[in-house]
C-alpha cells in the first residue's frame, strides 16, 4: 500500500513539473557562430528541495533522474539536440552548484533556508546518434 500511495505522489509531482516546465528550469544554447551545440541548462531550486532523494541519472551522473526528465522535456518542447526521432540526445559535460554569499554556505543554506544568488547550472553539449 506504501509503495502504491509513494509512486502515487511521484506521479502528481511529475504531472505538475510537466504541466508547467518553465517553473523548474530553463534552457539555453550558447556557442559562437555556427557551433551551437552546447547549452546551459538552469535549475530551480525549488525542483532542488522536492525532490532531494532523486537518484542520479544513469546516463548523465552529474544530474538527478528528475533534472533528466526536466531537461528532456525543455529540450523537446525548444526543438534542441534532437535526433530524427525527435528524441533528445545529450550529454552534461559540467556543473555549477548554487552561488551563495557568504563564507560558511551549506551552514547556512541548511540552518537557515538562504536562497541563493544563483541557481544550480549545468553544462551540456548536443551529442549525434551513433551510426546504424
Known amino acids: 500500500m506504501f509503495l502504491l500511495l509513494s ?10 513539473c510537466v504541466t ?3 517553473r523548474y528550469g530553463r534552457v539555453e544554447l550558447y556557442g559562437v557562430g ?5 547549452f546551459v541548462f538552469t535549475v530551480s531550486d525549488e525542483l532542488t528541495s ?10 548523465n551522473p552529474k544530474i ?9 522535456q525543455l529540450l523537446k518542447q ?10 533528445p540526445l545529450f550529454e552534461i559535460t559540467s556543473r555549477q552548484e548554487k552561488i551563495f554569499d557568504a563564507t560558511f554556505a551549506h551552514l547556512i543554506e541548511e540552518n537557515y533556508k538562504a536562497r541563493p544568488l544563483a541557481p544550480k ?12
Open 78 to 87: 525548444k526543438k534542441i539536440c534532437l535526433d530524427e526521432d525527435d528524441k
Open 121 to 132: 547550472m549545468y553544462f551540456g553539449k548536443c551529442i549525434k546518434a551513433p551510426s546504424k
Open 7 to 16: 509512486r502515487i505522489t511521484i506521479l502528481l509531482l511529475f504531472a505538475s
Open 50 to 59: 522536492q525532490n532531494k532523494e532523486s537518484p542520479q541519472d544513469k546516463k
Open 64 to 72: 538527478t533522474e528528475v533534472e533528466a526528465v526536466l531537461l528532456t
Open 20 to 22: 508547467d516546465k518553465g
Open 34 to 38: 555556427d557551433d551551437r551545440s552546447s
